[in-house]
């Protein structure tokens, strides 16, 4: 007996997504990276965060999901072995030539979701500015970190800073979605706070809505690969606690962010919206 139809255009044949076409012209589209996690996790967990949230949302909002891109903007990771990564232009180029062909097939509404939190967000922001001024279309970017951070905030149990790099949120979604791909007894006990406390009355260093639970003033100093490693190679690369992470609290944050994104598409299907014809794809 016939299933649903996916929600995944790449699972679907053509008359499929035309017959969606002739309902709805929303589409998500996953984007994440490939970079180490630890020991203890896989290297797809940024793309893990995309897919899950992305294929939540469109099950809620009954759109459809572009196959994921895997590679992100990955600098700081590179001296670590396994990572792939873009330069921050090339990111760009990809994401427009992917809302460009999805434009070409007549979809107007589209949502760049980020799996990679914060770190792929210029090159993404870039690229949907770019689709919106030269096409008119909607094009939006959902950062799986900051669209439900109040959510997410309630759901974590360590202090502020554990859901950095590798921490308490990311590894509870790959337990949750990929547990045969991550073996907690791995993980490094306790923690040493990746960025400057508070209390110091010094800004933090690093990307901002990581941890949603900070606050106060940040700056951003971008970390030469070699720097990055030497910060953390003594946890492994990880940048967080891994040790609260449970999978019941990785459902749950992905059902939150997935139902935020949720709510979010349908404000875009309530927004008018008037397409120039987009470029020729090729």
């Known amino acids: 007996m016939p299933g649903r139809p996916s929600v995944w255009l790449h699972e679907l044949s053509w008359n499929e997504v035309a017959d969606q076409l002739s309902r709805d012209d929303v589409v998500l589209v996953p984007i994440g990276a490939t970079e180490q996690h630890g020991h203890f996790a896989p290297l797809l967990l940024d793309t893990g965060w995309a897919i899950q949230v992305a294929e939540d949302a469109a099950k809620r909002a009954g759109c459809l999901v572009a196959p994921p891109l895997h590679y992100g903007w990955s600098h700081g990771h590179m001296a670590y072995p396994g990572c792939i990564g873009l330069k921050a232009e090339t990111l760009t180029a990809v994401a427009v030539d992917i809302g460009e062909s999805l434009l070409h097939q007549g979809f107007r509404r589209i949502v760049l979701v980020n799996g990679n939190r914060s770190a792929n967000l210029a090159p993404m922001e870039i690229a949907a500015v770019k689709l919106r001024l030269s096409t008119g279309a909607l094009v939006a970017v959902a950062d799986c970190g900051q669209i439900a ?45 990746g960025h400057l406390p508070r209390e110091t009355g010094r800004p933090r260093r690093g990307h901002s809505g990581v941890d949603p639970r900070q606050d106060g003033d940040s700056v951003y100093l971008p970390a030469l690969p070699e720097e990055f490693r030497a910060r953390t190679e003594a946890r492994q690369g990880v940048d967080g606690d891994p040790t609260t992470a449970t999978a019941a609290k990785g459902r749950a944050m992905v059902e939150a962010i997935g139902a935020n994104l949720a709510d979010f598409v349908a404000e875009l299907r309530g927004m008018p919206v008037r397409v120039k014809p987009p470029p020729a794809v090729g």
Do not use: Q
């Open 149 to 193: 951070r109040d959510a997410v905030a309630a759901l974590s149990d360590g202090p502020v800073n554990t859901n950095g790099h590798a921490g308490e949120s990311e590894i509870s979604m790959v337990l949750a979605y990929y547990p045969h791909l991550t073996d907690l007894a791995k993980a490094p006990g306790g923690f040493v706070p």
